[in-house]
Each structure stands twice: as structure tokens, then as C-alpha cells.
């Protein structure tokens, strides 16, 4: 299975999503081989590399990672939306405004991963987490839409997108809620089993945020 993190971007000196998705590279979860890669944190360069990994591993999962600053804990992402609105400049300088991902695709793809399955048994594990139905309008939001719209006839792949929020020492900066290194590699190993064990998904009601 292959696993996406991202490179820092905004000023920050790392990114947490590569922290902790660097540290499953090489494992074996459930019998599948984990593969972890970095995409730069660049609109036009993160795509490529994306292809590549998927050609090199054709995996059965894929979950790409990245930081949403600011978030209580693990989001998994429900949705990817064929629109890229960026706040700040890329790492290349790109600062694209209301443009689609894909000129004609589809306003939106659902991830395909068991996003209530994975929520209990984060809960389980003492883990925060939360469904978000948006992943934003960055670069995240713009894999996570091409990962979907590349895989959308693929129907024995999974795939979809988690955010991790700051590590404590970046989020104390903010004043905002951070989650340590650890627990959201815990996290991952957890809905990375999730994914791979679970048929369909879970159906509870989750109360989503935003
Ligand atoms: N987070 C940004 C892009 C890279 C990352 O880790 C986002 O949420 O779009």
C-alpha cells in the first residue's frame, strides 16, 4: 500500500504528514507492504511524483497525508472538490485562485476509504479524530482530487486523504491544539489496517464537522 506525506511549506521548518508516514515506510501492516513518499508541497510538481509512486507500487490502498494546522486531531476526509483556491504561494511560488484541479471532472469525488470504520476504531484506540467534509482548496485538496479522479475506474483500489494537525511545538506557537508525532503515526497504522481489513464501511451516524 502506498502512503503520501508532504514536504513543509509556509514557513514551516517540517511537516508532520511526512514525520509520521516516513517513520511506516518499510513495514508490513495486515500482510501489505507499506511504501511512504514525499510530494512536494507545489501544485504542479506534486502530481508527477504521485504518478510515479502509483506505477511503481500499484497498490491495493492508497492514503495521502498531509497538515491542516489548526485541527483538533485526525481528520479523515470525506470529499475532494475539483477547485484550487490557495491562500498562500506554494513552494514554487504558484498561488493559483479559483481554478478547477481538472477543466471538466467532476465537481466531486467521495474518498473511497472506510472513513466510519477508521473513526471507531481511532475512538477506540483513545485516538482524536474526526470526518471532515472538506480538505481545502490547496494542494492537498488537489492530489486528493486527482488521486480520485486517476482512480475512479479502479474499483479494487482505495484510496482517499487524512490531515494531521500541528505537532505540539507548532501548534504552541499558534495557541492551537497539536497532537505528538507518536500518536499520529499510531493513528496511521490504524487506519491504514482499517482500510485493508475492512469491507465496506462502517455505518454510523458521526456527527461530522466541516
Ligand atoms: N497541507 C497543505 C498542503 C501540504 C500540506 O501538508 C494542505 O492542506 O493543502
Redesign the pocket.
Known amino acids: 500500500m502506498l502512503l503520501t506525506g508532504?514536504e513543509p511549506?509556509g514557513g514551516e521548518v517540517l511537516?508532520p504528514?511526512w514525520q509520521a508516514v516516513r517513520a511506516l515506510d518499510g513495514s508490513v501492516i495486515a500482510g501489505h507492504h507499506v511504501t511512504a513518499v514525499e510530494l512536494p508541497?507545489e501544485f504542479d510538481a506534486s502530481l508527477p511524483v504521485l504518478w510515479h509512486a502509483l506505477r511503481a507500487t500499484e497498490p491495493r490502498v492508497v492514503i495521502a497525508v498531509?497538515?491542516?494546522g489548526g485541527r483538533a486531531g485526525i481528520s479523515l476526509e470525506r470529499l475532494a472538490i475539483n477547485l484550487i483556491d490557495a491562500r498562500i504561494p506554494d513552494n514554487a511560488g504558484a498561488q493559483p485562485v479559483d481554478v478547477p484541479v481538472l477543466r471538466g471532472g467532476a465537481a466531486a469525488f467521495f474518498s473511497t476509504l472506510p472513513v466510519k470504520a477508521s473513526l471507531l476504531a481511532l475512538q477506540e484506540a483513545g485516538i482524536a479524530a474526526h470526518i471532515s467534509q472538506t480538505a481545502?482548496t490547496?494542494?492537498?485538496?488537489q492530489v486528493f482530487y486527482a488521486l480520485m479522479h486517476a482512480l475512479r475506474r479502479r474499483r479494487n483500489t482505495r484510496a482517499g486523504f487524512v490531515?494531521v494537525p500541528w505537532l505540539p511545538e507548532q501548534a504552541e506557537h499558534h495557541g492551537a491544539p497539536g497532537m505528538p508525532l507518536a500518536e499520529m503515526q499510531r493513528a496511521l497504522g490504524i487506519i491504514v489496517r482499517t482500510a485493508l481489513t475492512t469491507r465496506g464501511d462502517a455505518r454510523v451516524a458521526a456527527g461530522a464537522e466541516s
Not at 490547496?138 to 485538496?141: A, D, I, K, T
Open positions: 508532504f511549506f511537516n504528514s508541497t498531509g497538515l491542516a481545502g490547496y494542494v492537498c485538496n490531515h
